[in-house]
């Protein structure tokens, strides 16, 4: 329970950190509907950085707050938990490294469809 919140505690740092020191129009400029490479942008950043879901829920609520476009925030969420650098050291343990690059490759190629769809769909119900 105790490595839980410590997680969780990371989240809500960075979280606040981002709330209150990034200005909104860095978000809705950088991850917003109208920026073409945002999700894919979402995806690469997401890859150095190692977090729980637990983690990652309070930064994605901030993230989306600001204005960063749904679809992008869940890719971003997508890749910290699925693609990070933790997670590749893992699997290089199990699987050949030709198997890892084709892992990160099809991952990458099917989160940033996700997130074009996901945007795309919710262009709908604004």
């Known amino acids: 329970m105790q490595k839980i919140w410590l ?11 981002l709330h209150g020191y990034i200005p909104k129009e860095f978000f809705i400029t950088y991850m917003g509907d109208n920026n073409i490479f945002a999700v894919p942008m979402a995806v690469i950043v997401g890859i150095p950085l190692y977090a729980d879901a637990t983690t990652i829920i309070p930064i994605a609520e901030v993230l989306i707050q600001k204005g960063a476009a749904t679809g992008t925030v869940l890719v971003f969420m997508m890749a910290v938990v699925c693609l990070s650098l933790p997670e590749m050291i893992i699997l290089s343990r199990v699987m050949k490294k030709e198997l890892i690059i084709r892992y990160v490759i099809f991952m990458f190629i099917t989160f940033t469809l996700v997130g074009y769809f996901y945007n795309f769909i919710l262009q709908f119900f604004k």
Request: aromatic fraction near 36%; proline fraction near 0%.
């Open 7 to 17: 997680f969780v505690l990371f989240g809500v740092f960075v979280g606040a950190f």
